[in-house]
Each structure stands twice: as C-alpha cells, then as structure tokens.
C-alpha cells in the first residue's frame, strides 16, 4: 500500500477510533465495513480500516508527536491549575497534627505564607507533568495500537481492555521515568517551607543533600502510584466513553457534534479520574511521605501513617482534585486532536470481528 494512502486507511482495529464525523446524517452508519485482511503485510495479522479525514496521516510521526503535544497540554497545564490543592493534600499527608482538614489546611498556608504561598512548587510541577504526560498519552498511543496489531483484528476486539490495559501502563513506566526528579523537587519544596523557593534552586539543593541518584529515591511508589492509576484512568474511560454512547446517545457517535464528543470525554474522564484516586492513593501517600523525609523507608511509612491511613487520608481532597484533572485532562487532550483534525477517543462498539471461516470465505469470493 502507498504511504500516501494510510491517511485514509488504518491497521488498528475499529474499536479503537471513530468513523469520520464528516459523514452526512442520513448516510452514516455507526461502523466500518467489515475489513479484510492487508495482504503482504506479514508479522501479525491486520486489516484496513476507514480512518478520518484527517489533516495528519493517522499513525504517522506527525499522529505521535500531535498526541504528544496534547499530552503535554492536558497534563502539565491541569496540574499546575490544581496546584493550592495538591499543596495542602500533601502537607496534610505529611503534618496531619497541623493541617487537620481541608478547609484548616488552606487557611494555615493562607496565614503562614500569604497568597502567593498557594503556588509554591508549581514550576516543578508544570515542567514534571509537562513531560509526564508527552510520555502518557503518545506512547499509550502506540502501545494500543502496537499490541493490537500483535494480537490481530479478532483478539483485538475480544480482548480490547486488556489493550488498553497493557498500553496504559507500558506508557507509565516511561512516563514516571520523566516526572520522578521533578516529583521529588516538587514534594520537598512544598511540604518543608524554607527549602528552597522552586526548582532553579531547589534541583541543585537536593542533589547537593541526597546525591542525583536521590531523585529517583521515590520511583517504585511512584510506579506503585501513577501505574495502576493510568491503567484504570485509561481504561475505565474509554470503557465509560464506549457505554454512554451506547446507552445514553440516541445517535451514534459520527452523528454528534465536536462540542458534544468534547463534553462526553469530559464527563467520562471526571468519572474514571474518581476511581484513579481511589485506586491510587495509598502509593501517594507513600510517595509524600519518602520525599519528604531523608533517609525514609516503606516501613516508616506504614509504621507512623497505619494501613487505615494510608489508604484515607487526604483522600477525599484527592477525590475532588484528581476528578476535575482527569476530566479536564481528557477535555483538553481531545480538543486538541479535534484541532488537528483527529478524532476523539474511544465511544464506538466494536464490530462483530470475522472469523476464520469468514474471512478465508470472503478472501475467496
């Protein structure tokens, strides 16, 4: 096949990807026709797929570095916008006898260092996330459609989760390689006032006291944190996506408006961002708490929090803080494919994929 024609034409399974939304009411049909098989494409098996009228060939370098780029956006941006409440959630982690509550932990920040306290941290922050979440969304991107063309058009739909899964936490892994030295900057600036003012004199300091390897002190509860975290944040949403379309739109999804989709992605972000903090919480309290103090262990951590606290506190504030940054980072995410004329993410029902029977019956008619 011409490179030129892959901008119409894809060898990721329909599930994955909506039909264009360009299609007219009354000629839109919810799924691509059944595919068949690419001849000469040898390794695992695989199968065209209308794709969108896209202005940048799907799955191209160009495909990457877009959801790169909108991966940088949704993350780094949503991060730093929730900055006051990331501060006071991770003091109340580490000094519960001082920041009892939500609302007693704001106003001692706001009594003990003003206004502009609520931001301290948040060059680290923006930087970390920034390069977080470039690693989250485009290698998800193409681990998903990397292990569907592995597992092949009939698998790839039966086992679609498991892809979003094992895409999800392989582009973790990577991801956390890139946040950990900002995350432990972040953390010690924000929980010990008089530390450091942000990352320009914060970075050289902590090196100077824990040594460069000491940045990355905080890795395996960060992996334990942000994995399952962005396995459930990648594959409930697509999943909730997937369900609302099905259950409560009346029209399929090529029929919607862009602003709808975008409100979809929204709502099933907020929703998959709930079940993220939950999931994820006590690795985040085990993260504030080794940052925060020199020469920490696991085992201090469970010792001086308890398991009950480790797995509640500063929980709810996370609810909330984490909810709003996981809808606002899918919302932002999908405008910007929508922008660069990709489509948004997930909401179309697998179609029936054909069997061995059927697709050796159809190569031969």
């Not at 990331?86 to 260092?113: H, R, W």
């Not at 470039?134 to 092949?152: L, P």
Request: glycine share 10%.
């Amino acid at each position: 096949m011409a490179l030129s024609d892959r901008s119409r034409e894809s060898l990721l399974p329909s599930f994955l990807y909506a039909p264009s939304a360009a299609r007219s009411f009354a000629g839109a049909s919810r799924f691509p026709s059944s595919p068949a098989a690419a001849p000469g494409s040898g390794g695992a098996p695989s199968f065209p797929i209308q794709a969108p009228k896209e202005k940048i060939e799907m799955y191209s370098p160009a495909f990457y570095a877009a959801c790169t780029a909108g991966g940088i956006a949704s993350c780094g941006l949503t991060h730093m916008a929730v900055t006051p409440l990331d501060l006071v959630k991770c003091n109340m982690q580490i000094n519960p006898a001082k920041y009892k509550s939500i609302t007693s932990g704001f106003g001692v920040l706001a009594q003990e260092q003003g206004v502009r306290g609520f931001f301290r941290g948040w060059v680290p922050t923006l930087l970390g996330y920034s390069a977080q979440g470039a690693c989250k969304f485009g290698f998800y991107e193409f681990f998903k459609k990397y292990y569907s063309d592995i597992a092949g058009p009939e698998y790839a739909q039966k086992y679609k989760t498991l892809i979003y899964l094992a895409g999800s936490a392989s582009a973790e892994v990577i991801a956390d390689v890139a946040l950990c030295p900002f995350e432990a900057v972040k953390v010690r600036v924000q929980t010990q006032p008089g530390f450091a003012r942000g990352l320009s004199d914060g970075l050289p300091k902590f090196i100077r006291s824990e040594g460069a390897l000491g940045l990355y002190k905080g890795i395996v509860p960060l992996w334990g944190r942000q994995i399952p975290y962005t396995m459930m944040k990648f594959a409930s949403f697509e999943t909730i996506v997937e369900l609302i379309y099905k259950h409560a739109v009346p029209v399929p999804k090529s029929e919607c408006s862009k602003s709808f989709q975008l409100g979809i992605s929204f709502a099933g972000g907020y929703v998959a961002g709930v079940f993220c903090a939950i999931v994820s919480h006590p690795a985040d309290n085990l993260v504030s708490f080794l940052n925060n103090a020199k020469g920490a262990t696991v085992g201090d951590a469970v010792k001086k929090l308890g398991l009950w606290g480790l797995f509640t506190r500063g929980l709810p504030l996370r609810i909330v803080m984490i909810g709003t940054l996981t809808g606002a980072q899918w919302g932002i995410y999908d405008a910007f494919k929508v922008m660069v004329g990709l489509p948004t993410t997930g909401g179309v029902t697998p179609a029936p994929a054909p069997t061995t029977e059927e697709a050796a019956l159809k190569a031969s008619a």
